[in-house]
Structures are given as structure tokens and as C-alpha cells.
């Protein structure tokens, strides 16, 4: 058996981390598994599935160096000398920064790592001075090169040229169930109002500020609407706050993580999605799955819009622009050839499974 090292910063329900976990649920486990070493000290989302699974769960000791120049530079020694200890033949980095990428690249080469894999999650990041810098010294390293999207992969590696591995979804858990719509939608007191559902964590990229302020013009068209916010954040009382302020507290549901997003979808009317930036999203992928209709960034990853009730919209559009396409969006209806379209755009997670396990068993 091949054990592969994952490198996260913690197992939380999140858009790498279910590519993850989904590939974990659906490889031959008796020829691959998966360990992680997560650099965030608390217990994450998914930590006792992992477990059940036959997985190993590693924490890089904490550093304690207040100042940040010298941190950065202890960070290295700190993963050169964890990763030595551990003594994996394959390590497979999720990142989407290429300073910490490059940390971790040569202080997994220095660590005596025989396969070192990069995997590029996203299209932008704080810091992006940095990660022009520190891109081109990747190329000083042999590693291989993954990517969600070839937007990730020029983002991480300045070329399209990565290999890229879809974000799979098993599509049946995602096929629309009436009486599941009924079910939620009586257990969240919906009645027949038109809802619409965001599924993101409450940070800077998912651009709830916008989202409320769409919403908020939407309900000058439609009243009887609801907003779902399914997800938890660093920004959430900010968000609530400003839900507050507007007044429409009452037409907002803060349903925080859930493990029942099929149904919540399928309880759904539209998926509205107004993200900064993606490197392939999963929940995209799955809301196009369930055919309802769905609005979202229109300079998100090329790979990730193909339903044809998906429609893209620039965020520098006004809010009430957003708000009068969602009143026509949702008149659309749900995509009948949904689960059709998820498997010939190569989204079925049994496709994707099967590739990476070839991959790993070829190094």
C-alpha cells in the first residue's frame, strides 16, 4: 500500500478539502492512502471520517517566534525537520501562495522527499507581489505540477500547462428530490417563498458585502424571497451586522455548516455566487448538478460554467443589475439534463478517482 501525505492547513468542510475527501472516499484504499499533516493545531470537519477511513492525522508543531521576518524563515527548519520524522516517500501540497509553496518545496527537498506534488487551488491571493516574486524560484525545483483550473495553474506556476485534475462530485447525491425540497423547506419555515442559497466561508473571497447588497435590491423586486447563508468565517458578525443595518434580518437564514447541502439545494430556486476569484469551485459543480439556475462571477474559471441555466455577470456590475437578472434567471427553471452534463464535462468523481490513483501509482 502507497500512503500519500496531504498538506492543509486543517480538514474543515471547504472547497479543496471536499475535492479531498471525496478522492479519499472513492480511491482503492487498499492499494492508496491518504494521511495529512495539517498546520492548524484544532480538530477539523472532517478529522473523525479521515480516521474512520484509515487515515493518519499530523499536527506541525506550533511556532512560537513573535517577530514575522525571523517566522518566516523558522517555518522552514520547523517542516524540514517534521517532514524528515515522518519519512513519506510522496507529500502532495495543496496551495494557492507561491511564498508558502516554496517553503514547503525546499523544505521537503531538503527533508529527502522523493515525490514532491504541487497543487494549485485557487486564481489570486493577499499578497500578490510576493507570489509574483517567489513564483519563478518554484522552477528551481523538480516537482509536480497539479491544478483545479488552468486559470490556478498560470496563477501558481505562470503557465497553463499544469496538469489539471477536475473538481468530481458524486453527481447522483446532487439530483434533484422533490420531497426532499418539501421536507427542508418545512423544517426552515420557507412556506413558498422564492429561495435563494450561498454555500462559501464568511472571508474576503466569497464577497458576501455584495451578495447582501444583491439581495437587498432583490427584495424590492420579490418580497417573498429568502436568503440562505450556509458557512462560517472570520467575516460572519461583519455580515450579520450588515444585514442588521439594512433591516432584512428576517429574511436572512444563517444555517452555519451543513452536512445536508443536496437537499438545501434542492429546496433552492437560484444559487447566487458572486466570488472575487476560484480555482475551480465544487460547489459550483454541484449546484449546476442539481440543475437549479444559478448566477456567478462571469470571470471565474472557463472550466467551471456549463449548464445552460448558469449565467456569469461582472462583479463591477451594480447591485440592482444583479438583482433584475435573478428575477429573470430564476424564471428559467432547472436544467433537466443536469447529472447528463456533469459526467460529459468530467466532473463524476469516479472519473477523477480513478486518475489520481493511477498518478499516485506511477511515482
Known amino acids: 500500500m502507497k500512503r500519500i501525505l496531504h498538506i492543509v492547513s486543517i480538514m474543515d468542510r471547504a472547497g479543496q478539502e471536499t475535492l479531498i475527501m471525496n478522492l479519499y472516499r472513492n ?27 484509515g487515515g493518519t492525522i499530523h499536527h506541525l508543531p506550533q511556532n512560537t517566534t513573535n517577530l514575522k521576518f525571523i517566522k518566516y524563515f523558522s517555518n522552514f527548519f520547523i517542516i524540514r525537520k517534521y517532514l524528515s520524522q515522518l519519512s513519506y516517500d510522496t507529500i502532495h501540497i495543496h496551495n494557492y501562495h507561491a511564498f508558502s509553496s516554496l517553503t514547503w518545496v525546499w523544505a521537503a527537498k531538503c527533508a529527502g522527499i522523493k515525490n514532491i506534488i504541487l497543487h494549485s487551488h485557487n486564481t489570486s491571493a493577499p499578497h500578490k507581489s510576493l507570489h509574483k516574486i517567489c513564483r519563478p524560484l518554484l522552477k528551481l525545483f523538480k516537482i509536480r505540477r497539479l491544478a483545479c483550473s488552468k486559470d490556478a495553474s498560470e496563477w501558481m506556476f505562470g503557465t497553463r500547462d499544469a496538469k489539471i485534475i477536475l473538481n468530481g462530485i458524486v453527481p447522483e447525491t446532487f439530483k434533484f428530490d422533490q420531497s426532499s425540497r418539501e421536507s427542508i423547506r418545512i423544517q426552515l419555515g420557507l412556506g413558498n ?11 474576503f473571497q466569497k464577497n458576501h458585502i455584495f451578495l447582501i447588497e444583491i439581495f437587498k435590491e432583490y427584495l424590492r423586486i420579490n418580497p417573498n424571497s429568502k436568503l440562505l447563508l450556509i458557512g462560517k468565517g472570520e467575516l460572519e458578525n461583519e455580515i450579520r451586522d ?6 432584512i434580518s428576517d429574511k436572512v437564514l444563517f444555517l ?26 465544487v460547489v459550483l459543480v454541484e449546484a449546476q448538478a442539481t ?6 462571477n462571469q470571470n471565474l474559471a472557463e472550466e467551471t460554467l456549463f449548464a445552460d441555466n448558469a449565467l456569469g455577470l461582472s462583479i463591477d456590475d451594480s447591485p440592482s443589475s444583479w438583482a433584475q437578472k435573478i428575477n429573470k434567471t430564476i424564471c428559467s427553471g432547472r436544467n433537466k439534463d443536469a447529472l447528463k452534463n456533469i459526467v460529459e464535462h468530467g466532473f463524476d468523481i469516479s472519473i477523477t478517482a480513478t486518475e489520481m490513483q493511477n498518478y499516485y501509482l506511477s511515482l
Open 27 to 53: 480511491i482503492n484504499r487498499e492499494k492508496i492512502q491518504f494521511d495529512f499533516l495539517c498546520t492548524w493545531n484544532r480538530k477539523g470537519d472532517y478529522d473523525d471520517e479521515i480516521i474512520s477511513l
Open 193 to 203: 417563498s422564492t429561495v435563494i442559497t450561498h454555500v462559501g466561508r464568511f472571508n
Open 242 to 247: 450588515q444585514i442588521n443595518t439594512l433591516g
Open 256 to 281: 452555519g455548516i451543513r452536512e445536508d447541502i443536496p437537499a438545501i439545494l434542492s429546496a433552492s430556486d437560484l444559487f447566487l455566487f458572486p466570488s472575487l476569484f476560484e480555482g475551480l469551485s
Open 291 to 296: 440543475g437549479i439556475p444559478i448566477m456567478t
